[in-house]
Structures are given as C-alpha cells and as structure tokens.
C-alpha cells in the first residue's frame, strides 16, 4: 500500500529551498514551480495564481522572484507538499492567512493520477489537522464559474457557495467571473467516522 504523507513549508524554510539540489525529491520549491509554470493542469486550480508574471516564464529568473512575489502577493502563507511514497505529487497551500481572524484562502492541485477518492480523503484530512494546530477554522476557495470539475470537487470536500467576485480572473485576452466556496476546517461526520476508523490514530 502507498504510503500518504504531507510537508509543510512556510516562508523560511522556502527560502532555504533556494540552496536544495536540483533533482532532489526534497526540492519541493522546484515542483511547485515546475506545477506554478509548466503544469498542462493549471485550470484544476482552486485559486488564482495569475499573479505570477509570465515575465517571469524563464524557470531560473522565476525562481529568484518566486518567494518574494509570494510574500508580496499572497501575505502571510503555507505550502503543505502532498506525496505519494515521498514523492511530491500535489499542493495545497493556504495564503491571506489570518490568525487573528482565524481564517485563510486556499489553493490546490493535484496530480490527475491521484485524484482518487481513498488518495484525495487522506491528504485532505491531515490537512485539515494542519489547519487546526494552526488555529485556522474558516478557508475560503475561488473558482472559475465554468470549472464545473473544480467546483464539483470543492462540494464533494464540505464546500458551500457564498459569493461571487466579477472578472477575478483577467488577463489581457479574457475575464472570468470566480465563485468563492468557503467551509469550516472542523472535521464532518463523514471525516470524523474515517478519521476514526481507516487513517489517524
């Protein structure tokens, strides 16, 4: 059986990616790049991440902004890596974090060969262990209005509609209307019978 695990990453120890081996499974500032960049996925995205400049495009002068553009962008925030067997495999990350509000936005992608139920539950629950130790109880997601898949997935995960942001997706060739979806981050029935039952102890 593959082994389920989640890293996360905050802003120092991103940094400290910078000086990771290229190639290493560990380098997780790479993969998340790599996703950011060059994924044929990128519309599987809950959240925007059109604030990273195609000026940037080149991977190595992106590298050298990425952390900063986060910082500037994105505030207070955390990758949490998902892997499968130690490899990096998808990203959940939480940014406008509030503590005082106890609140955060989320983005996530995953890789299409681990979008299965019994994959996406586990990660899904150690997530939001994460978000509890971290004294986060509301995450708030965006969607596209036409990304039927992501929006179906955020309601299969606890989600519920609550607003609608015109044109939050624009770019010089199109605007897109985004769905925010938000959700508490204490378990449901559902994941506390499998939290009880087939994962954490």
């Known amino acids: 059986m593959s082994q389920i695990q989640i890293t996360s990453l905050d802003y120092q120890q991103l940094h ?13 500032l790479e993969f998340i790049i790599n996703v950011f960049l060059y994924s044929e996925e990128r519309h599987l995205f809950w959240g925007n991440t059109d604030i ?10 992106f590298k050298r902004h990425f952390i900063n553009l986060l910082s500037m962008n994105w505030g207070d925030f955390r990758f949490f890596i998902l892997k499968v067997d130690d490899l990096p495999s998808g990203i959940l990350a939480i940014y ?12 996530a992608w ?10 996406l539950i586990k990660w899904w629950i150690l997530f939001l262990n994460h978000l509890q130790v971290l004294g986060i109880k509301r995450v708030f997601c965006k969607i596209r209005h036409q990304n039927l898949i992501a929006i179906k997935a955020a309601k299969s995960f606890g989600f519920e509609q609550c607003g609608l942001l015109p044109e939050y997706f624009k770019n010089a060739e199109f605007s ?3 769905y925010i ?8 029935n559902f994941e506390i019978l499998y939290n009880n039952r087939r994962y954490l102890a």
């Open 16 to 28: 400290d990616q910078l000086n990771t081996n290229h190639g290493s499974n560990t380098n997780y």
């Open 52 to 61: 990273f400049n195609r000026k940037y495009a080149d991977k190595l002068d």
């Open 96 to 107: 406008n974090v509030s503590i005082s509000n106890q609140r955060a936005d989320i983005l």
């Open 110 to 119: 995953i890789e299409s060969k681990y979008r299965s139920w019994n994959v």
């Open 176 to 178: 897109e209307s985004a």
């Open 181 to 188: 979806f938000t959700r508490s981050t204490e378990f449901n």
